[in-house]
């Protein structure tokens, strides 16, 4: 047994799944998950030693890679003076103040500690500024963990198959309605059904939580149209698309103004932060200044955002890293397509900006159901080859391959070369 292996043994005997969030433990895959040790730019290093590159980037944080000089300067800096103090401090001014001026149509950001409490308090937010209760999301987008928001979801509950979860009650998901990724009809279905009584559209502008799906032409214009028609308000999940898609997220990158934003992921850094954004006049309505309850112990921890505002800073700073990812990405799934195409294995590859996805199938993936389709077995495989070749790839057909700007061209040829003989590998077997 390597050391990888024994830790594994012994987390199973004290975490359930011998993990501490489900996609980590390989389930999806089949395997042993690989435990880590140190990370650097684009590489991982596990317990054993062995070197990756690493295309998961903790789901999407690590944009800038590990282990950044600037990010671990400012964080050594900050600890110093003290890990928290449940006050105001400097830095949670100077990070609002970066995110509102990076992000188009945001007036006022409210810090939590995840994605999923931003968006649990952002839903809260809408319910309460509107005096409506029923909530609409698109089934295969995942936001978070909380009650209202394990219907339909993606992700994790996907790949297991159990789109909801035990333990939320008929009550929580009676007032989530589920409508179809780029199918504004159903969209418009629902509202007309539930007229008067849709506070919010919730939507990931990319779904990336079900491989990568772009939205069509007019899809997100289609959801700003009908919840001004609807008096509904529009909620962006930015938790992976905000820093990521362009340095103002997807309202800039689609020119599509959102309600309310969510935030987490990238925001700190590779810290535990989230964050819940909009105009003035709906933030105010978050206690102390309204009547939306919402607080949190460590929100806007010193040691967090000095690693988040630092990463920010760097993403303002340097616009053209968003091209060179982009241009990564780009080149990657072209790569992918070639070798398929060449070994005659089915493959749809995915891509926007420096998210991508390589699906098992010949369907083009537009949907949660065309995604579904794709082959989870042949997935395995092809995430096993790739992971003994050194590429660390997310452990599910159905998450997304994060690129980072730390990404080299060495990184990338070496990738293509061990996608190459996988897939030639692959039509072997068959
Ligand atoms: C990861 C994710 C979340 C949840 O964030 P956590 O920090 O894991 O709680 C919410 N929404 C989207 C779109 C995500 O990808």
Known sequence: MDV???LFERACKVLPGGVNSPVRAFRAVGGKPRFLQKGLGSHVLDADGKEYIDFIGSWGPMILGHSHPDILAAVYERMTDGLSFGAPTALEVEMAERMVDMVPHIEMVRMVNSGTEAVMSALRLARGATGREKIIKFEGCYHGHSDAMLVGAGSGALTQGV??????????ARDTLIAQYNDLHSVETLLDANAGQVAAIIVEPVAANMGVV??????????RALCDKHGALLIFDEVITGFRLAKGGAQEYFGVRADLVTYGKIIGGGMPVGAYAG???LMEQVAPCGPVYQAGTLSGNPVAMAAGVTQLKILCDHPECYTVMEQSAAFLAQHLRESAAAHGIALTVNQIGSLLCPYFTDHA????????????ARYARYFNSMLARGIYLAPSQFEAMFVSAAHTQND???TVQAAEETLAAMAADA
């Not at 789109?163 to 929580?172: E, F, I, K, L, Q």
């Not at 993936?365 to 989870?376: G, I, L, P, Q, R």
Request: hydrophobic content about 40%.
């Open 4 to 6: 990888s292996e024994k």
């Open 163 to 172: 789109p909801d979860s035990s333990g939320v009650t008929s009550g929580a």
């Open 214 to 223: 772009a939205p069509q032409e007019g899809f997100l214009a289609g959801l």
């Open 279 to 281: 105009s003035r006049a």
């Open 365 to 376: 993936v537009t949907c949660f159901a065309h995604a579904k389709s794709a082959d989870t």
């Open 412 to 414: 990338l040829a070496f």
